[in-house]
């Protein structure tokens, strides 16, 4: 099993977009590992985003991350960095699918609404970032069997 790292963004906060996205992982059959309402600061943010920090839009991007509350979560699932990326969309949700959590509910790169680790060592980088070790919890789902052979 595998575990990924995604945050509803201020700006999927402020649109009421939570438990739209909850519920999206929730159904596709994700286990809810961790989660925590908070305003990050900007420093946090900075850290989050480090591999960015050459692009023109980091400090703005993490201004913003750090603007307001973000809800963030910790899923676990078979594949899930790669399936949470595919059900985020594209980091354009202008060349994002219809179906996907970006294409169905937002319009510009700057207000994507999600975030989601990209791999798995960027995941467990993002989860230490976020959560302490005692804030996973370890708990046996009853719907395991019949979501995996
Ligand atoms: P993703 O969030 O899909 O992993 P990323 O890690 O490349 O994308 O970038 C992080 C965030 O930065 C992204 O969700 C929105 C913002 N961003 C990325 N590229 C941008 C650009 N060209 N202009 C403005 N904001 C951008
Ligand atoms: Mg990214």
């Known amino acids: 099993m595998e575990r990924t790292f995604v945050a509803v963004k201020p700006d999927g906060v402020q649109r009421g977009l939570c438990g739209e996205i909850m519920k999206r992982f929730e159904q596709r059959g994700f286990r809810l590992v961790a989660a925590k309402f908070q305003q990050a600061s900007e420093e946090h943010m900075q850290k989050h985003y480090l591999d960015l920090k050459d692009k023109p839009f980091y400090q703005?991007?993490?201004?913003?991350?750090?603007?307001?509350?973000?809800f963030a979560m910790v899923w676990?699932?078979?594949?899930?960095?790669?399936?949470?990326?595919?059900?985020?969309?594209?980091?354009?949700?202008?060349d994002s699918k219809p179906g996907s959590i970006r294409g169905d509910l937002c319009i510009d790169?700057?207000?994507?609404?999600?975030?989601?680790?990209d791999t798995l060592e960027n995941a467990k980088t993002e989860i230490g970032l976020w959560f302490k070790a005692e804030e996973l919890v370890d708990y046996k789902p009853c719907s395991q069997a019949f979501l995996y052979e």
């Open 60 to 70: 703005g991007l993490c201004k913003y991350m750090s603007s307001g509350p973000v």
């Open 109 to 117: 790169i700057g207000r994507n609404i999600i975030h989601g680790s």
């Open 76 to 94: 676990e699932g078979r594949s899930i960095v790669k399936l949470g990326r595919m059900m985020l969309g594209e980091t354009n949700p202008a």
